[in-house]
C-alpha cells in the first residue's frame, strides 16, 4: 500500500464529508466552524480508525455464531431504543434534552466498545463485528427513529427533518469513512496494521475533545438540568450493561461472548450522537446543540460507570487461570 493510496482515500472522506456538511449549511445558518466543519470530519475519522480495523470477514458473524449475534443485535436495535423511551418517561425529560436521549440510544457501539470488550477479555471479533454492522444498519433506522421522537417530544417547536438527507449525511459521515478504512486494509494489512494504533490514538485524542467542547459549551444548561439528565444517562448506562449481561447469560453464551455482548449492549457511541444532534438542530449561540448534551455527558459518565464492570470481568478471567 503506497502513502498515496492513503492520502488519496482520506481526501476523499474529508471530500464527501464536506459536501454533507456544506448540505446541511443550505438549511441553516447559526452554526460555527466546530459544528460545521471539524465535529463532521472529527466523526468521520473516528470511524475511519474503525474500518481500518475491520475485514470482510468481521460482517460475516451472523453466520458463524447466529445465537450470539441475534442477541446483541436485539438488544441494541430493539431493546435499547425501548429502554430510551422508557427513560425518558420515567426521568421527566422533556423537548431536546428527551429527543437528545433518544439519538444517544439509537447510536451503534464505537471504537470504545471494542477496546473496552478487549480490556475486560471479552470476544474481540464479536464486538467488532457488532460495530461494523449497526454502525451500517443505524444509517437507515437512526433518522426514522429520532424523526418521530421529535414530532413526538417537541411537538409544534420541532424543526423540519429531512430524513432521507440525514441518511444520507449519516453515510458520508460513518460508512463511507469505515469503507475507506476497510479498503486500506484489504489492499495492505502489514501497513494497515502499523498504521492502526497511530490512527486509534489521534481518534481517541478526537473524542476527548468532542466531549469537552460538548460539555464547555453548553455549560449553563448542564448545570441547569444535570439533576434529571445525569440520573438518566446513568439509568441508561447501568440498564443496558446488566440486560446485555443477563440475556448473554440466559442463553447460555460463553462467558467472553457474555462480556462482550453486555458492553455493546450499554456502550454507545457518542460521538455519532454529539455530530447528529448537531446537525439536526444547532444552538442558537453557535455552541453545541443540546440534542447534543446527553451523548456529550454520557460520553464522560460511561467510563466511570462501566469500570465496576470490567473490574469485575478481568478479575473473573484471572480467577479462572
Same mark, same amino acid.
Given at each position: 500500500?503506497? !502513502?498515496? &493510496? ?36 472529527? !466523526? ?5 480508525? /474503525? ?28 431493546? /435499547? ?13 422533556? #423537548?431536546? /434534552? ?5 439519538? &444517544? ?10 477496546? /473496552? ?27 426514522? $427513529?429520532?424523526?418521530? @421522537? ?14 432521507? #438527507? ?5 453515510? *458520508? ?36 475533545? $468532542? ?8 455549560? #449553563? ?7 434529571? &439528565? ?5 439509568? !441508561?448506562?447501568?440498564?443496558? *450493561? ?22 455493546? @449492549? ?40 462501566? @469500570? ?14
Amino acid at each position: 500500500m503506497r !502513502l498515496g &493510496l492513503i492520502v488519496i482515500s482520506i481526501l476523499v472522506a474529508v471530500i464527501m464529508t464536506s459536501l454533507s456538511v456544506h448540505a446541511q449549511d443550505s438549511i441553516r445558518d447559526d452554526g460555527n466552524l466546530l459544528i460545521d466543519i471539524v465535529l463532521p470530519l472529527a !466523526l468521520a475519522f473516528i470511524m475511519f480508525s /474503525l474500518g481500518l480495523g475491520l475485514t470482510r470477514q468481521d460482517f460475516f458473524v451472523v453466520f458463524n455464531e447466529p445465537k450470539a449475534f441475534t442477541i446483541g443485535i436485539v438488544n441494541q436495535m430493539i431493546v /435499547l431504543p425501548i429502554i430510551g423511551f422508557s427513560i425518558v418517561f420515567i426521568s421527566g425529560l422533556e #423537548g431536546e /434534552l428527551a429527543v437528545g436521549l433518544i439519538i &444517544l440510544a439509537c447510536c451503534p457501539g464505537g471504537v470504545t466498545s471494542n477496546i /473496552l470488550t478487549k480490556l475486560a477479555k471479552g470476544d474481540t471479533a464479536l464486538s467488532i463485528s457488532y460495530t461494523a454492522i449497526i454502525s451500517v444498519a443505524a444509517v437507515f433506522t437512526l433518522p426514522v $427513529i429520532v424523526g418521530l @421522537s421529535m414530532s413526538y417530544f417537541m411537538d409544534e417547536v420541532a424543526p423540519d427533518i429531512d430524513i432521507v #438527507g440525514l441518511g444520507i449525511t449519516m453515510f *458520508l459521515l460513518t460508512t463511507l469513512p469505515v469503507l475507506i478504512g476497510m479498503t486500506i486494509r484489504h489492499r495492505s494489512s502489514e501497513k494497515a496494521n502499523s498504521a492502526e494504533k497511530f490512527v486509534n490514538l489521534i481518534a481517541t485524542i478526537l473524542f476527548v475533545i $468532542i466531549v469537552i467542547a460538548a460539555i464547555v459549551s453548553e455549560w #449553563g444548561t448542564l448545570i441547569e438540568n444535570i439533576g434529571i &439528565l445525569g440520573p438518566s444517562v446513568i439509568m !441508561l448506562n447501568i440498564i443496558m *450493561l446488566g440486560i446485555g449481561y443477563q440475556s448473554a447469560k440466559f442463553f447460555n453464551l460463553e462467558p467472553g461472548q457474555a462480556t462482550t455482548v453486555s458492553i455493546e @449492549s450499554g456502550i454507545q457511541n457518542a460521538t455519532v450522537g454529539i455530530t447528529i444532534g448537531g446537525l439536526i438542530l444547532a444552538s442558537p449561540d453557535g455552541g453545541l446543540s443540546t440534542l447534543s448534551l446527553p451523548s456529550g455527558v454520557y460520553g464522560v459518565l460511561m467510563y466511570l460507570i462501566i @469500570s465496576p464492570f470490567m473490574y469485575w470481568r478481568i478479575q473473573q478471567n484471572s480467577a479462572k487461570k
